[in-house]
Antibody
Framework: QVQLVESGGGLVKPGGSLRLSCAAS????????LSWIRQAPGKGLEWISF????????YYADSVRGRFSISRDNAEKSLHLQMDSLRADDTAVYYC????????????WGQGSLVTVSS | DIQMTQSPSSVSASVGDRVTITCRAS??????LAWYQQKPGKAPKLLIY???SLQSGVPSRFSGSGSETDFTLTISSLQPEDFATYYC?????????FGQGTRLQIK
């Protein structure tokens, strides 16, 4: 069965950095596009980044462009999100997500990793 | 960016009721539209994709319709497990954007 397991979340001070990872299993990782989506406490869903199967094409939301960097390792079946210059409004649960082969929607989600930015 | 607006933001209904949630896009997205269900403390779950296609394993009481700017999610006969928050999402162009969510509560 498809599994996406995030790790690396935690408490970080404003201006600090954190690296999230997502370990995938149960599907041919290199065939799929992937995304990161976040959800601030009590708020809605916000898409933040996307990467194609080869990693050659990447998109970011304006809110994180220049501060966050998405990458993947197809050999290790892992997805990463490097988060720099973190701000209080980056506090959220971060979901690793598999993009459907049918179109740009999410057919599988990880369980989420909480990132808290606070002094 | 394409703005997605859901209505209502919250709705109360009873088991067995028929419920419709609408989603409006600020510009045409064709049928590049998905619906998700999210329960407290859990990741969202894909219900409908391509505006009207039912995701595998999702009960047939869920259905979707619409195109371009106006979409609906209908639950034909509410079950206790359907009380949750529902989100639409456009997949036509980046940035991918979600509606603000519709909270479906028990009356």
């Amino acid at each position: 069965q498809v599994q996406l397991v995030e790790s690396g979340g935690g408490l970080v001070k404003p201006g600090g950095s954190l690296r999230l990872s997502c370990a995938a299993s149960g599907f041919t990782f290199s065939d799929y596009y992937l995304s990161w989506i976040r959800q601030a406490p009590g708020k809605g869903l916000e898409w933040i980044s996307f990467i194609t199967d080869s990693g050659n094409t990447i998109y970011y939301a304006d809110s994180v462009r220049g501060r966050f960097s998405i990458s993947r390792d197809n050999a290790e079946k892992s997805l990463h999100l490097q988060m720099d210059s973190l701000r209080a409004d980056d506090t959220a649960v971060y979901y690793c997500a598999r993009v459907s082969l049918e179109g740009t929607w999410i057919d599988y989600w990880g369980q989420g990793s909480l990132v808290t930015v606070s002094s | 960016d394409i703005q997605m607006t859901q209505s209502p933001s919250s709705v109360s209904a009873s088991v067995g009721d028929r419920v419709t949630i609408t989603c409006r896009a600020s510009q045409g997205v064709g049928t590049w539209l998905a619906w998700y269900q999210q329960k407290p403390g859990k990741a969202p779950k894909l219900l409908i994709y391509a505006a009207s296609s039912l995701q595998s394993g999702v009960p047939s009481r869920f259905s979707g319709s619409g195109s371009e700017t106006d979409f609906t999610l209908t639950i034909s006969s509410l079950q206790p497990e359907d009380f949750a928050t529902y989100y639409c999402q456009q997949g036509n162009r980046f940035p991918l954007t979600f509606g603000q969510g519709t909270r479906l509560q028990i009356k």
